[in-house]
């Protein structure tokens, strides 16, 4: 296929952008519309799949037949049989007729099942034989039937890591992928950011018939620069929310303003986030270990406060008074290399150090998640000076017996939490970063009493 082909394609579907790898995509697609081999469209969402699938169709022998798009992702498990290749009557409650199938009614056109990794595994059997046999079967039917449709199939999930887990049939995997499509991210198609965002600009702008907006140079570099994990569908968004707010400035949107419209320019999370381990769960991640994660913060903040105070009282007579009086306050001063956890540690874990105070254990490779923390707290240590304090008198209860109860201290870490609550668990659980059922068990473990 020649490039003026292409682009009289892309005129005609809509499609705009001249990367390689899309005019590829474009190419293949427009090859394979003259037989009638199975496709299997890949990419991630919002990438335009859809579209790839209307070319092929409309480009075939079967483009005077029906074309149905199906999204197997939104049809419910225990009806997408009955959608897909129909039912008899009373086969199933609420069957009062028979009813024909999808597969029945597009004889002779394309089918396009998008997200076909959504797609149950006993659905994925009777696909299976339409494809290889052009044969299939209605719900609660005995009789074979006969269909000639073209399955054109999509997905933006990677196919064969979900047939390793058991997710997805083999077999059907490599029926579907008889000429793979490969349709590219957004982000890697350059200066094609560029013209959809000038198109999206434009139509909105004849809609409501408004001033179409202009980009400056530095505007359209943050714009390209931008990874759009949501694609077109994200752009196209953004280029109407912009020119939906910014209708009225009469210059063009710098990169400052458009700053404010990406999700990146957004106020971090501050929330607790919890990351998976190696066996992709992040549920295993110890509940005494996360609570003392959060001591820890806690003491290095009163750590961090003290070393400021003993600095300001240092400076002046009555100042270096006090400090000799409550010398054996000042002198629980963690080193500056125990008050931070090393970035290398997954899991920190704590023990007595020489002084009687907390620090923190690096675990063996072997010990750590992947090289990854499980646990990443953004949270800034709310309350008052007294609250932090009382924290700092739990740590020092070590100096007596010069080891640390893990029981102990998670009792108090919890009915702390509780006091502040005001006894109510939904609200303590959040602040201990644990689930409601996990609070409560833990009350029954230690015999608190929560009134």
Not at 6 to 20: D, E, L, M, T, Y
Not at 343 to 353: Q, Y
Request: aromatic content about 8%; hydrophobic content about 35%; some cysteine.
């Amino acid at each position: 296929m020649n490039n003026q082909e292409i682009q009289s394609v892309k005129q005609r579907f809509g499609i705009i952008g001249n990367a390689p790898a899309l005019n590829y995509a474009i190419n293949v697609a427009m090859q394979v519309a003259a037989t009638d081999l199975t496709v299997l469209i890949t990419g991630e969402s919002g990438s335009g799949k859809e579209s790839f699938s209307k070319i092929i169709h409309s480009l075939s022998a079967r483009k005077h037949g029906q074309f149905i798009a199906i999204n197997c992702g939104a049809i419910p498990e225990g009806t997408i049989d009955s959608e897909l290749f129909g039912h008899e009557k009373g086969s199933f409650t609420g069957a009062v007729d028979s009813r024909k199938g999808y597969f029945e009614t597009t004889n002779g056109g394309t089918i396009f099942l998008d997200e076909i990794g959504e797609m149950p595994l006993g659905t994925q059997a009777r696909l299976l034989r339409v494809l290889e046999n052009g044969e299939f079967i209605r719900v609660g039917s005995s009789k074979t039937q006969k269909t000639d449709v073209r399955v054109v199939a999509a997905t933006n999930v990677n196919l064969m890591d979900a047939v390793e887990k058991g997710k997805f049939r083999e077999d059907l995997y490599y029926r579907l992928n008889t000429v793979p499509i490969f349709v590219p991210p957004l982000r890697e198609r350059g200066t094609d950011i560029e013209l959809l965002f000038r198109k999206f600009t434009t139509d909105f702008a004849e809609r409501y018939r408004i001033k179409p907006l202009q980009l400056t140079e530095d505007a359209k570099q943050l714009l390209m620069s931008f990874p759009f994990p949501g694609n077109i569908r994200q752009l196209k968004n953004i280029a109407e929310q912009i020119s939906i707010l910014e209708s009225e400035q009469n210059k063009p949107i710098d990169a400052a303003t458009l700053t404010r419209y990406l999700p990146q320019a957004q106020q971090p999370n501050r929330s607790l986030a919890l990351f998976p381990q190696a066996n992709g769960s992040a549920e295993n991640f110890s509940e005494r270990e996360l609570l003392y994660k959060v001591l820890f913060d806690m003491r290095r903040d009163v750590n961090d406060l003290k070393k400021l105070v003993r600095d300001v009282l240092g400076n002046e007579q009555d100042g270096r008074q006090i400090l000799h009086n409550h010398k054996d306050l000042f002198d629980s001063i963690t080193p500056e290399n125990e008050s931070r956890p090393s970035a290398d540690v997954g899991v920190t874990r704590f023990l007595p150090a020489t002084n009687g105070a907390v620090r923190p254990e690096t675990p063996p490779p072997s010990e750590t998640y992947g090289g990854h923390p499980p646990v990443q707290i953004f949270d800034d240590v709310d309350g008052d000076i007294n609250d932090v304090t009382e924290v700092e008198d739990v740590t020092h209860e070590t100096e007596e017996d010069d080891s640390l109860s893990l029981e102990r201290q998670e009792k108090e870490m919890i009915l702390k939490a509780l006091r502040r609550n005001n006894n109510k668990r939904k609200y303590a659980a959040q602040a201990l970063g644990i689930s409601e059922r996990t609070l409560y068990r833990k009350i029954k473990q230690y015999e608190i009493d929560e009134e």
